[in-house]
């Protein structure tokens, strides 16, 4: 039984154990030539399914990476001669892949990036790279290449098997990384950036991370290339490797590891026989093959195995105390707040206060600039001119995970979570604050904040933990946003628009837990309304937010019997 | 002094007639189109059919963009439909629709390298290096092209209509306006553009399967130091970009001056960074 659930958790033992026995049934030319080399490139297409597959980097240039370490490994063997030479030929070739993923990672995620940019950032790479190795032929042999590199001392069966027990060892550990809260910290990032960053991450440092390990694992395939090939020419960085790590990653199936792997094994196994058979047509009809996946079939040929053996994550919920971090009153203080673009000015110099333990409403008419305002706050749109003052930090043009680690959350209008991971893993990334989550060690068991597990309690979402949050309803997609938002401990929350979708009856619910989380965790509160006696039933104090200008502000009192109030805004709801 | 002059104005104008094509494909319909190099092979590889017939170089300027835009138009149902404003599947899908185009040239014309004749050999002297008028008529095109396009884009209801489409395509089908059509067209005439340049071009490089391969990422990185969207922000960035270039290839050697054009594309995105990410914003 046990051995069938740990079968049933991990499918690609079969596919080890299958690797296992493989030298003993085929012939030593596909053993020792067309398998090793294919293995070789497996652990390339794994690299890059960490950084494309599991974090959404979509590198064009990855064999730019493979191809510097095996050159710098080449360049180490033929040149210098001594006992060390093999030792040393194998840590920089694994060591500089590496280094130069951080760099390339370091220029790519701290400047202005986007999927574009890192696609045609990375596509120049592949092909700059090589024209840099020609340009140094006394190191790189220019066009000859590097001749003469010593081979394995195997013989095939040791070959493979050394080969094999490296791939075997290297995925494994990254089964445990992507596994890992950290793996799922990962997918996160590819999911939603947005998202995470509002949960206090950096994106930027993470997606590094992530990239370097990716150039890391290139750097245990380049090593491996040198003795196996004996040759190295300056096309091995270059754009076709690159193209076909693409290939055979989305055809294996990204975003599993072992898919990319068996996609590489097995097309670099049939190539051969199919290229002779048919020269030319067969790599069309691999392009032809690699648009339909990308079109109707994204997971790969290795999401139909998985099919086979679904996994059920079970989470666990362990309410404790609300961690507040002060008990002292909190303000938020905005300050002649100024938001233009160009010589639109949305916001015209906003002065305003929130204030902890307090449920305070902003309402206005559509267009407004109460998202803006939000926005602006949280550091997601920079503000032209003014201050934003949180407990006496300054805000203004900081980062939206600064702001979120200062404790000031924020909700979108339109509910934003990680569609792919389960609700759990959603709760889950959350309760880390911002901080990196251990990259070996799984999560099951939840901590969260009392009032928060009652939150979920109430919202039924403890019976599904296990479901991906893309199935969720609307209604409950609204709560779990509030969950995420409540799990990083805030002291103050800008809500917009919480209640936009949910029926009465939820509204009277969430109206009342808002109200009980203000008095008990001290919680400051500012509800983006529409909805004006939702407001009234909830709110301690309101503002008016009208054309970039808050025109009134007080009590609901005040405020709803506020001539100016009624002329501009409330006046068609009284009559 | 006045042939370095000559030099950079060529970069610039071969830049600007290999990239606004793709530039009015990824502004109207947000469509990466990573095979926009193998749709400029494409136009070389007519240029070639072309004069290998018999037929003038100048009638393959014609028939270049007319048969790379016809292609655009059959591809545009059965795979650019579905990757309207899709980035990350518009990227892979593109750029598997290369591949297939590399693969299907290199099938029917080998891999080797086919000449295609100048229009013209007649040229002038400078400083004793002779100087083709061929280059000048590249210029003279660019300068049309970007004025013809400036044109529709401001003054005519088309402009009015792509802009409209580029805004809110949701909205604008409300308005009756047939955004389907509108995508089709906009990438029939972007390829179709495309296409003129790889024929413009062919002369100068010769045609081979992998040729669009330097031309790609040129384009691109004009496009994002330049903005999406924006016709003079597209001219100014070919302008830096094709300069500098020139430049530094003359002074050093093409490898550098690949080099310099990605450190400065990404130093213009970047600083062009602030802005664009606060638009985003109020329009998201």
């Not at chain 1, 659930?5 to 596919?15: K, S, T, V, W």
């Not at chain 1, 009208?546 to 007080?554: E, L």
């Not at chain 2, 795979?79 to 099938?107: D, F």
Request: charged share 10%; proline share 4%.
């Amino acid at each position: 039984m046990k051995i069938k659930r740990i079968i049933n958790e991990n499918p690609a033992l079969l596919f080890a154990v299958a690797g296992l026995i493989a030298p003993f049934f085929l012939s030593d030319y596909v053993v020792g030539d067309i398998l090793v080399k294919a293995m070789i490139f497996g652990l390339l297409a794994v690299s890059l399914d960490l950084a494309w597959g599991y974090t959404g980097i979509l590198s064009l240039g990855h064999a730019a990476f493979f191809g510097f370490g095996a050159y710098l490994m080449g360049i180490v063997l033929l040149n210098w001669s001594s006992p060390f030479t093999m030792p040393v030929a194998i840590i920089i070739g694994i060591l500089g892949p590496t280094l130069l993923a951080a760099l390339v990672g370091l220029v790519l995620f701290y400047t202005k990036t986007s999927e574009l940019y890192i696609a045609v950032f990375t596509l120049s790479l592949s092909i700059l790279f090589p024209q840099l190795l020609l340009r140094v032929p006394q190191w790189t042999g220019g066009l000859n290449g590097l001749s003469g590199i010593p081979l394995f001392p195997f013989s095939v069966k040791e070959k493979y098997y050394f080969v094999f027990s490296i791939v075997i060892v290297v995925i494994f550990v990254l089964f445990k990384i992507v596994r890992s809260d950290f793996g799922r910290l990962l997918i996160a990032v590819r999911d939603n950036e947005d998202r995470i960053r509002s949960l206090g991450f950096n994106t930027a440092f993470i997606r590094l991370i992530a990239f370097t390990l990716s150039g890391a694992v290139s750097g245990f395939a380049s090593v491996l290339f040198p003795p196996q090939n004996g040759f190295i020419s300056h096309s091995l960085p270059g754009f076709v490797t690159s193209t076909n790590a693409i290939v055979w990653t989305a055809i294996g199936g990204r975003g599993t590891l072992v898919g990319p792997f068996l996609g590489t094994v097995l097309i670099n196994w049939i190539s051969p026989l199919l290229n002779a058979q048919f020269p030319h047509l067969w790599q069309l009809f691999l392009g032809l093959i690699f648009i339909a996946v990308i079109i109707v079939f994204p997971g790969g040929i290795y999401s139909l195995v998985l099919r086979f053996f679904p996994v059920l994550k079970k989470f666990s919920l362990i309410p404790r105390a609300f961690t507040s971090r002060s008990e002292e009153m909190c303000v938020l203080a905005i300050k002649d707040l100024k938001v233009g673009y160009g010589s639109l000015e949305v916001l015209r110099g906003i002065n305003y206060e929130v204030r902890s333990k307090q449920l305070q409403c902003l309402i206005g008419p559509n267009g407004a600039g109460k998202s803006t305002l939000v926005g602006a706050i949280s550091g997601n749109i920079a503000p032209s001119a003014g201050q934003v003052l949180f407990g006496g930090i300054p805000l203004q043009r900081k980062s939206p995970q600064f702001i979120t680690r200062k404790g000031l959350a924020r909700t979108f209008q339109t509910a934003n979570l990680f569609d792919t991971l389960t609700v759990g893993e959603n709760i889950l990334l959350a309760t880390y604050r911002g901080n990196l989550p251990s990259i070996f060690h799984q999560t099951n068991c939840i901590q969260v904040p009392e009032s928060v597990n009652r939150i979920i309690e109430l919202s039924g979402l403890q019976d599904k933990l296990s479901i991906p949050a893309s199935l969720l309803g609307h209604g409950e997609r609204k709560w779990l946003e509030l969950i995420l938002v409540l799990c990083t401990e805030p002291r103050m929350v800008l809500l917009d628009e919480p209640t936009a979708g949910l029926t009465t009856a939820e509204r009277i619910e969430v109206g009342a837990l808002l109200k009980e989380l203000t008095q008990e965790a001290g919680l400051g509160l500012l509800l983006i309304e529409h909805d004006i006696d939702f407001v009234k039933s909830i709110a301690q104090e309101i503002a008016v937010l009208v054309d970039g200008i808050i025109i009134a502000s007080g009590s609901v009192e005040q405020v709803v019997n506020n001539p100016k109030v009624n002329e501009l805004y409330l006046g068609d709801i009284r009559s | 002094m006045l042939f370095g002059v000559l030099n950079a104005a060529s970069a610039i104008s071969i830049l600007l007639v290999t990239t606004v094509g793709l530039a009015i494909i990824f502004g109207v319909m947000g469509v990466v189109n990573l095979a926009h190099g193998e749709f400029l092979m494409l136009g070389a590889y007519a240029s070639v059919i072309v004069t290998s017939l018999g037929f003038s170089p100048w009638l393959s300027l014609l028939l270049a963009p007319l048969m790379v835009g016809l292609l655009a138009v059959m591809i545009e149902p059965v795979l650019i439909r579905y990757l309207y404003g899709k980035t990350m599947e518009s990227i892979l899908a593109t750029w598997g629709l290369g591949i297939v185009l590399r693969q299907v040239v290199e099938l029917i014309f080998g891999t080797r390298h086919h000449e295609a004749p100048y229009p013209t050999n007649a040229g002038f002297a400078l400083q004793n290096v002779h100087y083709s008028y061929y280059r000048l008529f590249i210029m003279l095109v660019a300068v049309l092209l970007a004025l013809a396009l400036i044109w529709i884009q401001r003054k005519t209801d088309l402009g009015v209509i792509t802009r409209a489409v580029m805004d809110n395509p949701s909205l604008a089908s409300v308005l009756g306006i047939n955004v389907k059509r509108v995508y089709l067209s906009a990438f029939a005439v972007g390829s179709a553009i495309t296409g003129l340049g790889g024929a413009l071009v062919a002369p100068l490089v010769s045609a081979f399967p992998a040729m669009g391969l330097s031309f790609v990422t040129d384009s691109f990185l004009v496009i994002l130091a330049g903005g999406t969207g924006s016709l003079p922000g597209l001219i100014g960035s070919s302008a830096l970009l094709g300069a500098t270039d020139s430049i530094i290839s003359y002074l050093s050697d093409p490898v550098m001056g690949g080099i310099v054009f990605v450190i400065l594309a990404i130093v213009v995105m970047t600083l062009r960074s602030g802005r664009e990410l606060r638009e985003r914003t109020h329009s998201g």
